[in-house]
């Protein structure tokens, strides 16, 4: 093969495999798998009637927009201004979260997935090595549900709906 040719062939391959990364199209959409609820949360779960109670959503959506939370990423000091929806918030220009690796809640295949004990371990401690605060010295346990009642409601269109799906991982860690 001339050297051309090898350089080709290379260039090709990098591609493919970018591709098969997601690094080329939408590189914050790749879904991966969960991570095993740990133990202690297993057992935490969406008060009844809370995934639908427009008052509930309500005051979930005020938490959502404008708790501030201090947090630390990379060894620097930083704010969340205007609280999840700082990273979470749809930037209305590029119709992609504010923050990049930052999930985007209107992708229903990401989030009909969680199971209500997941979604609060996550929020309760944050994703290490990752932008994703642990907020539980900011938020009391029903803050969270509602932020996480109000944070469903991106899933379904906006409007109000029962967290049911078939989808839903309860693995939770052995141990
Ligand atoms: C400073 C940026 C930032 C703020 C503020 C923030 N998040 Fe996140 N969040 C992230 C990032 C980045 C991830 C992805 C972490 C990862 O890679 O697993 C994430 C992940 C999550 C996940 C887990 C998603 C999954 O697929 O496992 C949930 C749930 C979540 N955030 C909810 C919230 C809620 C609710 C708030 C506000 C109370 C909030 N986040 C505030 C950046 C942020």
């Not at 991570?35 to 427009?54: E, F, I, Q, S």
């Not at 923050?99 to 009909?112: A, L, M, Q, Y």
């Not at 010295?137 to 269109?157: C, F, M, N, P």
Request: charged share 35%; proline share 5%.
């Amino acid at each position: 093969m001339s050297k051309k040719n090898i350089i080709f062939v290379l260039g090709i391959a990098t591609m493919v495999f970018m591709l098969s990364q997601g690094w080329v199209f939408a590189a914050d959409e790749k879904i991966k798998p969960l991570k095993p609820v740990p133990k202690a949360y297993a057992n935490k779960h969406m008060p009844r009637g809370w995934w639908t109670d427009l008052k509930i959503i309500k005051e979930g959506e005020l938490i959502f927009h404008t708790t501030v939370l201090e947090y630390e990423f990379k060894r620097k000091k930083r704010m969340a201004k205007e609280g999840c929806s700082t990273c979470h918030g749809i930037d209305p220009k590029k119709d992609r979260p504010k923050k990049r690796g930052s999930p985007d809640f209107r992708i229903s295949e990401r989030v009909n997935r969680f199971s209500d004990s997941y979604w609060f371990w996550r929020i309760f401690e944050g994703v290490a090595k990752t932008r994703m605060p642990a907020w539980k010295e900011k938020l009391s346990e029903e803050d969270i549900w509602k932020v996480i009642a109000y944070q469903h409601t991106w899933s379904h269109g906006n409007k109000p709906a029962e967290h049911d799906h078939k989808e839903i991982e309860h693995s939770v860690e052995k141990r």
